[in-house]
């Protein structure tokens, strides 16, 4: 059974960070795109950033751009999240996917839709 578990989320204040991680199990995904979304109560899902299989190309959101970093570590089946200079619009739930048809950030890899499997999710609350 295939599983991608987030890390705990929590509260933080404005300007601050938080390192998310999702581990997968039950397959290896290395050799996929992996991506991280979120969603705002009462709002669509917002895809946030994707990551190549190597993990030597990354994608990024508008509105998270020059403040969130992806990572992966394939030996370990994780992908990592890094958000920085946090401000109360970050505020939502985030949610770590695997597109298991893509290898590379090509086409519409910023959808929803791409995506095979989906942690269930992890509240990231930012004060201000």
């Known amino acids: 059974q295939v599983r991608l578990v987030e890390s705990e989320g929590g509260l933080v204040q404005a300007g601050g960070s938080l390192l998310l991680s999702c581990a997968a199990s039950g397959r290896t995904f290395s050799n996929n795109v992996m991506g991280w979304f979120r969603q705002a109560p009462g709002s669509d899902y917002e895809w946030v950033a994707a990551?190549?299989?190597?993990?030597?190309?990354?994608f990024y959101g508008d509105s998270v751009k020059g403040r969130f970093t992806i990572s992966r570590d394939n030996a370990k089946n994780t992908v990592y999240l890094q958000m920085n200079m946090l401000k109360p619009g970050d505020t939502a739930r985030y949610y770590c996917?695997?597109?298991?048809?893509?290898?590379?950030?090509?086409?519409?890899?910023?959808?929803?839709?791409?995506?095979?499997?989906w942690g269930q999710g992890t509240r990231v609350t930012v004060s201000s």
């Open positions: 990551i190549n299989w190597s993990g030597d190309t990354t």
């Open positions: 996917a695997v597109d298991t048809n893509r290898r590379y950030l090509s086409g519409r890899y910023y959808r929803t839709d791409e995506y095979d499997y």
